[in-house]
């Protein structure tokens, strides 16, 4: 096989993966950071970043699982120079609507506006553990922070989630 026709290959396998899996990258990214434009930059910082560690990550098989370390990681770095400026609004929407169409529109729009109000490392444990269904130790390593952490993180943030979401007592 020359030279040539492994780089189309390389290249033909990127475009399917990217293409299976862009939509549903795009909205852990939006579940990560809260902000679809701010979504779209971070998943096309992590496809770029895919495409050029591509060939080892094919030989690994876990291609989505390093996009969603990038996610994270280059949300954590957007978010600490955004600190170093001033301040952005962060706009909601809704949802894509390609997979999990079990909660109605209003239920998911008072989901992913509760997971803004929570603290970042909260909503992204959460995120992560509940949403994408990671494990404790997976959670950890696509975060860099312990294991106890994680499930500090988590326990906290689905406390604040609950409350977030009960609905205001009728006095």
Known sequence: MTLLQRRANREADYVDFVAARRLHLRRVAYAICGDWHLADDLLQDALVKLYVAWPRVRRDQQPEAYVRQILVRVNIDEHRRRMRRAPTVTLTEGMDSEQREALPTEERSALFEALQQMPEMQRKSVVLRHWLGLSVEE?????????????????????????????????
């Open 139 to 171: 959670t950890a390593g696509e975060l860099g922070i312990s294991e106890g952490t994680v499930k500090s993180h988590t326990s906290r943030g689905l406390d604040a989630l609950r409350r977030l979401l009960e609905p205001a007592e009728q006095d």
